[in-house]
């Protein structure tokens, strides 16, 4: 843990994460199948991440009979990879049985979990090369409708502030 809040309605806690599969690696999977995070640098240590950088990559799924069918890469918290396969329009669910559904809206995405709590991705403005789209965290809704505000730099993936907006403010 490096800071956490103390408030009642929602408290947050931003902790650095180290993760072995990005030992060595700034913050990134070099996989023959695509990349795990819309991040190419990083400003911590190699294997390590700030647990709010999480980010969702827009990839393509090959067929066994060679169709594409268009999937989501979600890179949470501590750098473990979940893929959304669809499940109607604009709309993906985890192939891990997590219960996570994913709601895919113009510039956001949403990743909505079986407590309620809603996660908000905004588009990134550039993606990645191999990615057709890149998104990071910038909101965590509870069940309630109190929410944790993340703001990021122009570069999308250094945090300059985080603060909470209660329900009905």
Request: net charge negative; aromatic share 8%.
């Given at each position: 843990?490096?800071?956490?809040?103390?408030?009642?309605?929602?408290?947050?806690?931003?902790?650095?994460?180290?993760?072995?599969?990005?030992?060595?690696?700034?913050?990134?999977?070099?996989?023959?199948?695509?990349?795990?995070?819309?991040?190419g640098t990083s400003y911590t240590p190699t294997g390590f991440k700030l647990?709010?950088?999480?980010?969702?990559?827009?990839?393509?799924?090959?067929?066994?009979?060679?169709?594409?069918?268009?999937?989501?890469?979600?890179?949470?918290?501590?750098?473990?990879?979940?893929?959304?396969?669809?499940?109607?329009?604009?709309?993906?669910?985890?192939?891990?049985?997590?219960?996570?559904?994913l709601d895919v809206l113009s510039n956001t995405l949403t990743l909505t979990?079986?407590?309620?709590?809603?996660?908000?991705?905004?588009?990134?403005?550039?993606?990645?090369?191999?990615?057709?789209?890149?998104?990071?965290?910038s909101k965590i809704t509870d069940k309630i409708g109190n929410s944790v505000?993340?703001?990021?730099?122009?570069?999308?993936?250094?945090?300059?502030?985080?603060?909470?907006?209660?329900?009905?403010?």
């Amino acid at each position: 843990p490096t800071l956490s809040t103390t408030d009642y309605l929602m408290p947050t806690n931003l902790s650095l994460v180290y993760n072995s599969s990005l030992s060595g690696l700034s913050f990134r999977y070099n996989r023959p199948e695509g990349l795990q995070t819309a991040y190419g640098t990083s400003y911590t240590p190699t294997g390590f991440k700030l647990n709010i950088q999480e980010t969702i990559v827009r990839d393509v799924y090959i067929k066994s009979n060679g169709e594409l069918e268009p999937t989501y890469v979600l890179c949470d918290a501590d750098g473990t990879e979940h893929i959304f396969q669809s499940a109607g329009i604009n709309k993906f669910v985890d192939m891990d049985g997590l219960g996570l559904s994913l709601d895919v809206l113009s510039n956001t995405l949403t990743l909505t979990d079986k407590d309620k709590t809603v996660k908000t991705y905004s588009k990134m403005s550039t993606s990645p090369v191999g990615t057709a789209g890149a998104w990071y965290l910038s909101k965590i809704t509870d069940k309630i409708g109190n929410s944790v505000i993340i703001t990021a730099n122009s570069s999308t993936y250094v945090t300059e502030k985080i603060s909470l907006q209660p329900n009905g403010l």
